[in-house]
């Protein structure tokens, strides 16, 4: 159900899906507030996504070792009965220390690293990998709770 096009930036793209995620199950619950999230870590233009194995995994986890990358949610609020929408993005910098190859073994033994974009899990020991956030640390997470509370508030 995921999109993927090289002509939207990752802002746009998040926005996107968690639109598509959220249309979806409205359609079948026009009664109710559907909330529609999808978030994705990208690096130098590169979106890493859900890694395909654990060789991608480490692959993906040596790239951001070091570095900073971005971590951006899409977030789409929608109640189809009283014509409602609200859709929007938020992005957090997310700087990792430098990693050996033991703490990576390490940590792709710990977590389960491929179902989560970017192949870590901040909650989940990322204080393994992770040296400082700048933004929400909820949006690393997968939901940017202060701006979703000032959305809900909105409504």
């Known amino acids: 159900m995921e999109l993927w096009h090289e002509h939207l930036s990752p802002l746009e793209l998040c926005q996107l899906n968690a639109h598509r995620k959220a249309r979806a199950v409205a359609k079948k619950n026009p009664d109710a507030v559907v909330l529609g999230a999808d978030t994705l870590v990208f690096m130098d233009n590169e979106i890493l996504g859900k890694p395909r194995n654990l060789a991608d995994a480490r692959r993906m986890l040596k790239k951001l070792q070091g570095r900073t990358h971005q971590v951006v949610t899409g977030v789409s609020l929608i109640h189809l009965r009283e014509h409602r929408e609200s859709t929007f ?8 220390r430098p990693l050996t190859d033991a703490t990576i073994t390490d940590y792709l033994a710990a977590v389960n690293t491929l179902d989560k974009a ?19 640390f909820s949006n690393v997470v997968g939901l940017p709770l202060e701006r979703l509370a000032l959305e809900l508030e909105a409504w």
Do not use: P
Not at 118 to 136: D, F, H, M, T
């Open 118 to 136: 970017g192949a870590y899990a901040i909650q989940q020991n990322g204080e393994w990998l992770v040296s400082e956030i700048s933004g929400s």
């Open 89 to 96: 993005a938020v992005s957090t910098d997310v700087l990792f």
